[in-house]
């Protein structure tokens, strides 16, 4: 199944896809904070599920910012025929951040591509958890 994975921002948004057959998610671009232009990517793509990244506090809770990505959920859902999901997305920018001053990006270009690394990492996070299900519940002993 192609999988389509958003990291929110007020500004930019980080865009990844995949495929769960495949288990392999890959950076597709970062574009304006614009639904309309998320919603056109995600056909593009061919997508049949969006995972959308959910900003929870560190202790669980909603952020202050859940209110406008579960609104920014809404409005994309009306715009496209898949489902749109939310995942946590705690500490994927800040992995994201860390692992491009690491491989030494500059402060210009890590700003270019740290949306759509994070929104990889969101979909790598989803396609190791579909993994781990599987392996504990699609697999008999034999």
């Given at each position: 199944?192609?999988?389509?994975?958003?990291?929110?921002?007020?500004?930019?948004?980080g865009?990844?896809?995949?495929?769960?057959?495949?288990?392999?998610?890959?950076?597709?671009?970062?574009?304006?904070?614009?639904?309309?232009?998320?919603?056109?990517?995600?056909?593009?793509?061919?997508?049949?599920?969006?995972?959308?990244?959910?900003?929870?506090?560190?202790?669980?809770?909603?952020?202050?910012?859940?209110?406008?990505?579960?609104?920014?959920?809404?409005e994309?859902?009306?715009?496209?025929?898949?489902?749109v999901?939310?995942l946590?997305?705690?500490?994927?920018?800040?992995?994201?951040?860390?692992?491009?001053?690491?491989?030494?990006?500059?402060?210009?270009?890590?700003?270019?591509?740290?949306?759509?690394?994070?929104?990889?990492?969101?979909?790598?996070?989803?396609?190791?958890?579909?993994?781990?299900?599987?392996?504990?519940?699609?697999?008999?002993?034999?």
């Open positions: 199944m192609r999988v389509v994975a958003i990291d929110y921002g007020e500004k930019r948004i865009v990844a896809a995949g495929d769960t057959g495949v288990g392999i998610a890959f950076p597709v671009g970062v574009l304006a904070s614009e639904v309309e232009a998320v919603a056109k990517c995600i056909r593009e793509q061919s997508a049949e599920r969006v995972l959308v990244g959910m900003p929870y506090r560190l202790s669980g809770e909603e952020s202050r910012r859940s209110a406008q990505v579960q609104q920014f959920i809404q994309l859902q009306s715009l496209v025929d898949v489902p999901e939310h946590d997305e705690r500490m994927t920018t800040k992995e994201a951040e860390r692992r491009l001053i690491e491989a030494d990006y500059s402060r210009q270009k890590r700003r270019q591509v740290q949306d759509a690394l994070a929104a990889t990492l969101l979909l790598e996070t989803y396609f190791s958890r579909q993994k781990s299900s599987e392996a504990t519940h699609g697999v008999d002993d034999c």
